[in-house]
Structures are given as structure tokens and as C-alpha cells.
Nanobody, 116 residues
Framework: QVQLVESGGGLVQAGGSLRLSCAASGRTFSMYTMAWFRQAPGKGREFVAQITRSGGVTLIEVVKGRFAISRDNAKSAVYLQMNGLKPDDTAVYYC??????????WGQGTQVTVSS
């Protein structure tokens, strides 16, 4: 069982930055692939980035060069550094922990709003 709590969302002007954090409970954090998803108003949930147990990173094309994902296994935390934010980045951002069997745990989400 993993519990995830996101933080760091807020209102920012276009071009600004935010750093999202996701704190995980449990002693096996290092065994999970960690990911960030987002859901914009009226749209489905969208994969944004993931970092594997070994540190391999995947980002969707529209955030490459602007977002970075990292993890700190000692702190059981994963981060999403978001720079150069655009109004299209406005969404609720969710943290997910994905087990080796594909099972997913989800946080409650944190709102990111980017004003133009």
C-alpha cells in the first residue's frame, strides 16, 4: 500500500515556474516507477512524465525542455520542476506510483493554473 500526497501547485503567470512535490508513504518507494499525470478542464487524464526505479526518464514532447522529473528515494519523494509555464499547462496534476505488476496508486492532485 502506498499513499501519495502532492503539493506545490498554485497560480502563476505564463513564463513562470513551479515545483511540484509528491510525498509517498511506505518503505518500498524505491521499487516503484513514479509518474506525473495531469487533467485539464473538460479533458481526460494525460501522462506527463515518469522516472523509473533506475532513474530512466520519459517526458511527453510538449513539456520537453521545460519540465524535469526527479526522485529522492531517501525521502520517498518525486518532484516535477516546471519552467516556462504556459496557459495550456493549466490542469490538476496527479502523482502516481506504478508497481512492477502495473498496479497504480494515485494522489489526490494539486491544481496548477497558468494565467496569460
Amino acid at each position: 500500500q502506498v499513499q501519495l500526497v502532492e503539493s506545490g501547485g498554485g497560480l502563476v503567470q505564463a513564463g513562470g515556474s513551479l515545483r511540484l512535490s509528491c510525498a509517498a508513504s511506505g518503505r518500498t518507494f524505491s521499487m516503484y516507477t513514479m509518474a506525473w499525470f495531469r487533467q485539464a478542464p473538460g479533458k481526460g487524464r494525460e501522462f506527463v512524465a515518469q522516472i523509473t526505479r533506475s532513474g530512466g526518464v520519459t517526458l511527453i514532447e510538449v513539456v520537453k525542455g521545460r519540465f524535469a522529473i526527479s526522485r529522492d528515494n531517501a525521502k520517498s519523494a518525486v518532484y516535477l520542476q516546471m519552467n516556462g509555464l504556459k496557459p495550456d499547462d493549466t490542469a490538476v496534476y496527479y502523482c502516481a506510483a506504478i508497481s512492477t505488476t502495473g498496479f497504480q496508486y494515485w494522489g489526490q492532485g494539486t491544481q496548477v493554473t497558468v494565467s496569460s
